[in-house]
Structure formats: C-alpha cells, structure tokens
C-alpha cells in the first residue's frame, strides 16, 4: 500500500482540493465550521510575506551589484508587467463583445441578485471612494515610518524599503556589507523553513477553505450566471496558455511544459486561497527550482505580487463590458480603450488580497459612466472567479522571472 508521505506534496494539495468541493456539495453550509482550519493555514502564510519580501527584496537588490543593472532590470520588469495586463485585459474585451454575456439576462434573475448583493457591492463602492489617487499612491511609496510600513504590511512602502536597503548594501564597505548579507542570508532560510512548515498544512487547508466556498455560495449561482463565468474563465485560460507560454518559450528560452509542471504547487496555492500573497512564498521556491537564480526571483516575485494583475485585469474587461450589456448601455471603442488604460493603471498597488478586484472594477465602471450597483450582479460567482484570476496573476509572476534572467543571461547557460 502507497504510504501518504510517499505522495509528492501537490498531488495531496489537489486531492484536497476535491475532497474540499465533495464536503462543501455535501454538507452545504455545515462545510462553513472548518473554515477555521483553512483561516489558520491561510494566516501562517500571510504572516511571512511582509518579512519575506523585505529581505529577499533586499538580499535579490543587493546580489545585483550594480545600481545601472538593478535600474535595467526594473524598467524591464514594469514594461514586461504592463503590457501583459493590457494583452490580458484586450482579450476579455474581445471575447466579452463577441460573446455577449451579458444579453438574454433573465429580469427576475437580475432582480434577485440585486437583492441579495446590493449590500455587499455598497462596500467596495464605499472603499474605491476611500482609494487614492495615482499622484497619491506614487507619494504614499515612501514610508514616513518604517516600522508602521513593516506592521501594516504595506506592500508598496516595504517593497520601497526592501529595494532602498538592498542598493545601500551595494553601497558600504563590503566586509560590513557581506556581514550583513550573511545574517539576512540566514534570516531567509528561516522564513523557507516556515513556509516548508506552512506547506505541510496546505492539504488540510485548501480542503477547509474550497469546503467553506463551495458551502456557503453553493453552485446554484455560478449556473445562473454560467455564461458570464464561461467567458472570464475562458480568457483567462486562453491568455495564461497562449501569453505565458509563449513568453517562456521564446523570450525566456524555457519548454513550456517544464514551466508548467514545476510552478503547479503554486497555481493550486493561489486558486485556493485567492491571494497572491499567500502564494508569493510557494511562487519563490517553484522558480528557484526552475533555475531561476535568486537574485531575479527574489525581484521580480514579490514586486510582480503588487504590481502585476493580468488575471484581475482581465476579469475588469469582461465585467465591464458584461454589466453595460445588462443595462443596454454602448460601448464605443473610446470607452474600451479607457477601460484598457484604467484597468492597467488601478492594477498597480492593488492588494495581493480575495476580493481586490472588486474595488479596482468600481474605479474602471465609474470611469466610464457604468452604474456602480451593477457589481452586485456578479458578486455571487466573484469567489470562484477571484480564485481563477489569482491563479492567472501568479503564472504571469513567475513568467516574468523566467523572461528577465533568460533576457539578463543571454548567451549564457540555457534554461532548459
């Protein structure tokens, strides 16, 4: 008989998740009471993505040894980022206009889920209203205080910090800066062992939070709005297999396949928890498996957490376009090319948390004239749809890393 511990950790991660689906079809929202296992799971991840990107931000920065390379790499990085998100985002137009999901809505379905989203759309309006400007987000990067930046878990500011740092200790004395680098070369491989800790839960947790999803919201909802979720999900499959593999392929010199089957830990990590930054962890350690060396990875990773949604950006597209439909209001190609261009923008800093795409979609419907209240016409599949888009930001994550060492090693060693 095959001994469990015998079973490589994703394969266990995947039954888990089915076994989650099973429990939460059975047992309806009972499933909800082991929530709490997930919770805990989903916590002790979170817990070390603050301090895993700052000193990996810091260690990947301060391996480059040159302030002209860090520079080269991170203009590469954010142009690498940006126009994948408006590929991304240009596919869930296209698919969204010629599917049309959001014609033939039946009145008494569009009333009922009205009725039973309204209030949960109110917050995400109340909160993009709370969301700064562009000129806002850009002054909020530098943090007036550290430690509160540290505590917060603002992303923006400790990527800020983790990058500042790492360029000074290229900067002193390098008999003090190897110290230095030593000791927080150490502190990484502890933050590593708790992930490995972490991972030993993730059976257990991915099973605990699918059972709670699929019990609370049930399918019922996602086959009322089947088109609609058919459409998202589609773009976002096409995009992630056509987009990522041939970036691997041809820019990072990759076979596709060997991509794919070692980064799967991840893109089930991020499905099941809907964050990217509980991913982030697990996305560090598939790359480094990969070949990617750490001074990319350490890089790219963490910043692509905040700052890369090609998945979410997606997802904006259609919904967009998916609520005008219902509401029988026209899109010209100017108010699709504003929709391109806001979701690119509200992609940036937004949070590697469930739901944050609700908020960015908000700023884009605003935009463009779309009454607010039509999110809550699609709050009811966001859940599953969240967890797609996460899966979709990560891949494109650790497809950038491939791409900027492949692109910083050319003519060197080949990825294979």
Avoid: W
């Avoid at 309006?125 to 909020?140: G, H, V, Y």
């Avoid at 917060?152 to 680098?181: D, S, W, Y």
């Avoid at 150490?186 to 257990?204: E, R, S």
């Avoid at 996305?283 to 692509?304: D, K, N, T």
């Amino acid at each position: 008989m095959l001994r469990l511990k015998k079973i490589p950790l994703h394969t266990k991660i995947f039954i888990g998740l089915i076994l989650g689906v099973v429990v939460g079809l059975v047992f309806g929202e009972k499933a909800t009471i082991i929530e709490p296992v997930g919770t805990i799971f989903l916590r002790l991840i979170t817990m070390i993505v603050v301090p895993l990107v700052l000193v990996s931000l810091m260690l990947g920065t301060a391996s480059l040894g040159d302030i002209r390379k860090l520079g080269r790499i991170g203009i590469k990085t954010i142009v690498y980022f940006t126009l994948t998100t408006m590929v991304a985002i240009s596919i869930g137009l296209v698919l969204a206009n010629i599917v049309k999901p959001g014609t033939g809505l039946n009145e008494e379905v569009k009333a009922e889920l009205y009725k039973s989203y309204e209030s949960r759309a109110q917050v995400g309006i109340e909160r993009m209203e709370e969301k700064p400007s562009l000129k806002d987000i850009l002054i909020d990067i530098v943090p007036t205080n550290p430690v509160k930046a540290l505590i917060e878990g603002n992303m923006l500011q400790v990527i800020f910090l983790g990058l500042l740092f790492g360029l000074i200790l290229t900067l002193i004395k390098k008999e003090k800066a190897e110290f230095l680098i030593q000791f927080f070369d150490g502190v990484n491989d502890v933050i590593i062992q708790v992930v490995h800790i972490a991972m030993k839960l993730a059976p257990y947790g991915v099973l605990a939070l699918i059972a709670a999803v699929i019990g609370q919201y049930g399918v019922n909802i996602l086959v009322t709005l089947l088109k609609y979720s058919l459409v998202v999900v589609g773009g976002l499959v096409l995009y992630t297999f056509t987009m990522n593999s041939l970036t691997v392929g041809f820019l990072g010199r990759m076979n596709p396949l060997r991509f794919y089957k070692a980064v799967k830990e991840a893109m089930i990590i991020a499905f099941s928890t809907s964050s990217s930054n509980a991913a982030l962890p697990v996305s560090l350690e598939c790359v480094e498996h990969l070949g990617v060396s750490r001074e990319y990875a350490s890089f790219v990773i963490p910043l692509g957490a905040t700052i890369n949604m090609d998945g979410t950006a997606l997802y904006q597209g259609v919904a967009a376009v998916f609520i005008a439909q219902i509401y029988g209001i026209p899109l010209g190609i100017t108010d699709q090319i504003t929709i391109v261009l806001m979701a690119t923008l509200a992609s940036v800093g937004a949070a590697g948390v469930p739901a944050a795409g609700i908020i960015t979609l908000a700023m884009v419907l605003k935009q463009i004239g779309i009454p607010l209240e039509g999110i809550a016409l699609i709050l009811g599949v966001d859940r599953f749809l969240d967890m797609c888009r996460t899966t979709t930001n990560i891949i494109g994550d650790m497809a950038c890393s491939v791409v900027i060492m492949a692109s910083e090693e050319k003519g060197k060693t080949k990825l294979k």
